[in-house]
């Protein structure tokens, strides 16, 4: 039986005109799968460029354009937009924290921990900004805003925070634009340049199909940014926090800079070297400071500067070892003696050294004056991660090894202050002074107590950093404190920077970078208050926060986001 055969289909002839269109295609999904990962980095180098060490300021206010760009766009494009996303994250903090390394190789580890774990917050902004702006409907000017300030309140809290670098931070030279921040602290002014950037985006020519009308409304809308910043900021800077106090007699405050970079002697000789060095330095500055100016009232020395250490005389240290503690006085009261020999009266100086109780070791800043005890002594609260101690070493011991200064530091609790000459002053210990949050709690303790600091004394031993643009971020934050807070904050940063900062975030005074100096100020009791002191950062919490939590209970809800090729992208 003959089977019927069934002819085969003859392959469609190609039309050159198609295949022409399949190779543009394929070429431009090629160009456009690493298109996110170019769009962050370049966002990313905006915001590097707009730091410390470049400075450009002004760049600041446009850095998050593109970013805003990858929340507006439909489709994020390309493959795993997310990791691209992290991918560019990491390189920047890798270049901006390229100093955290240098002293010691143990910190190498710490410099690319706490890298990979900043990285994880650019892909989160986008993804919780995104679900907002596409799934709920938000106006990306505003959605993109909360969502970028609830990060940066996310990243200055968890794991005892990271508040340096925040986007406000850039505009620390430029008193007028920072007077925002007593309303809700440096967030304020965040929000308000990620806002002034989200309303630039129509005018980019990335966005796809603007209407002509959304690019007139974000221009009218930056402008209006700038007017409020602006004017807020005049009316702040015409204010006195001194007013009736001008004609009282001043506090007159020496504080010394040395430059002595930070060392690990491999041995007992190199480390009294180490030591020798650092305390010629120290004292030679202070008698040159004594002599030029017979007025002191207080001397203040950086972080871990004093020669000996403070040994507390608690009753385990007196069992253990007898007559320690009333040794290490007498021998701190005579290198007192010898800094203020020939002034009248001796001044008091604040000093940074290493209080020793029995087994636990302190951070601190410790008041010397006539007295055979130590006047006032403030323990550091918040201790730095890698560098004061190591996560998990309570369980894991052999961790604490790998800590540049061995045995970690045991944390205060408690804020303090001292008054000299009815100036009541109130110090905080190297990078605490990036942690608003902890300064405002502090303040407000003492304010509480009846014991409200008129002046906000920073200690720190920047020698870790050789220089290198962390005393610009370290300087930056005292910088805000300053104008949160209301009050003059001054600084003494072994290695710098140095300075004396007014109330309105002015740098009237600012030590060189790398080098000795000292500086000599005046400081009087000052009424100020600040809408941040009242309310903290609730309203970040509430707003900033908030949107986060609904960005993340829109992706819960797994709503389809419109536009093209919706289901390849997660965001």
Same mark, same amino acid.
């Given at each position: 039986?003959? &089977? ?11 039309? =050159? ?5 399949? *190779? ?21 180098? %905006? ?42 994250? %990491? ?49 990306? &000017? @505003? ?8 990060? !940066? ?84 800077? =015409? ?12 506090? &007159? ?5 040395? =430059?002595? *970079?930070? +060392?690990?002697?491999?041995? +007992? ?22 002599? !030029? ?90 201790? &730095? ?68 600091? *008129? ?35 001054? @600084? ?37 208050? =600040? ?8 309203? @970040? ?10 960005? %993340? ?19």
């Amino acid at each position: 039986m003959n &089977v019927p055969s069934t002819p085969i289909a003859a392959d469609p002839p190609v039309d =050159s005109h198609d295949a022409k269109n399949q *190779d543009q295609t394929v070429l431009a999904n090629r160009a456009t799968g690493w298109q996110v990962f170019w769009v962050t980095l370049f966002s990313s180098l %905006l915001l590097w460029l707009a730091f410390p060490p470049v400075g450009l300021w002004p760049v600041g206010w446009i850095a998050l354009v593109p970013m805003m760009w990858l929340v507006a766009t439909p489709t994020l494009k390309g493959r795993r937009p997310y990791r691209q996303i992290w991918m560019a994250g %990491l390189l920047y903090w890798l270049a901006t924290f390229y100093f955290i390394p240098i002293p010691h190789w143990a910190l190498w580890i710490g410099w690319l921990v706490v890298s990979l774990y900043l990285s994880i917050y650019l892909p989160l902004f986008v993804l919780l900004a995104r679900a907002l702006v596409h799934r709920l409907h938000w106006p990306m &000017v @505003v959605a993109g805003p909360l969502v970028w300030v609830g990060i !940066e309140w996310l990243r200055s809290n968890l794991i005892t925070g990271m508040a340096m670098v925040c986007l406000s931070h850039t505009q620390y030279t430029q008193p007028i634009f920072i007077q925002v921040s007593d309303l809700f602290g440096g967030y304020t002014l965040t929000f308000l340049m990620a806002m002034f950037s989200a309303a630039l985006v129509p005018w980019t020519g990335w966005s796809q199909n603007p209407r002509h009308g959304s690019r007139w409304l974000g221009l009218i809308g930056a402008s209006l940014i700038l007017l409020v910043v602006t004017g807020y900021g005049y009316w702040k800077l =015409s204010q006195s926090f001194h007013a009736g106090n001008e004609n009282q007699p001043a506090t &007159v405050v020496a504080l010394i800079q040395g =430059s002595i *970079d930070t +060392e690990f002697p491999e041995n +007992e000789t190199q480390q009294m070297a180490y030591q020798e060095k650092r305390d010629q330095e120290y004292f030679q500055l202070s008698r040159q400071a004594a002599r !030029e100016w017979p007025d002191i009232d207080l001397m203040v020395w950086p972080e871990s500067s004093f020669p000996l250490p403070d040994i507390l005389d608690s009753a385990k240290t007196e069992e253990r070892h007898p007559g320690l503690a009333a040794m290490y006085r007498r021998q701190a009261k005579q290198v007192w003696s010898a800094v203020t020999a020939g002034s009248k009266p001796p001044f008091q100086m604040l000093v940074g050294a290493t209080s020793l109780d029995d087994e636990k070791i302190y951070n601190a800043a410790i008041l010397l004056n006539q007295s055979e005890d130590v006047a006032t002594r403030y323990f550091k609260n918040h201790r &730095v991660m890698f560098g004061e101690y190591v996560p998990l070493a309570g369980w894991f011991p052999f961790l604490q090894e790998w800590s540049p200064i061995g045995r970690g530091l045991t944390a205060g609790t408690q804020p303090a202050t001292f008054e000299i000459n009815g100036v009541r002053f109130s110090p905080n210990i190297c990078f605490e002074s990036t942690v608003p949050h902890l300064i405002r709690r502090q303040v407000n303790q003492l304010s509480n107590e009846g014991n409200e600091p *008129d002046v906000m004394v920073n200690i720190s031993n920047d020698g870790w950093f050789f220089g290198t643009s962390c005393l610009d971020l370290h300087l930056a934050c005292n910088v805000f404190r300053a104008v949160e807070m209301r009050k003059t904050n001054l @600084v003494c940063a072994n290695t710098g920077f140095s300075a004396e900062i007014d109330p309105h975030g002015n740098i009237r005074q600012q030590g060189p970078r790398r080098a000795t100096d000292k500086l000599r100020t005046e400081v009087r009791p000052l009424k100020s208050h =600040s809408l941040y002191r009242m309310v903290g950062d609730l309203p @970040v919490i509430i707003f900033g926060l908030g949107a986060m939590i609904v960005g %993340l209970l829109a992706l819960c809800l797994n709503q389809r986001i419109p536009g093209p090729h919706a289901g390849r992208d997660s965001g």
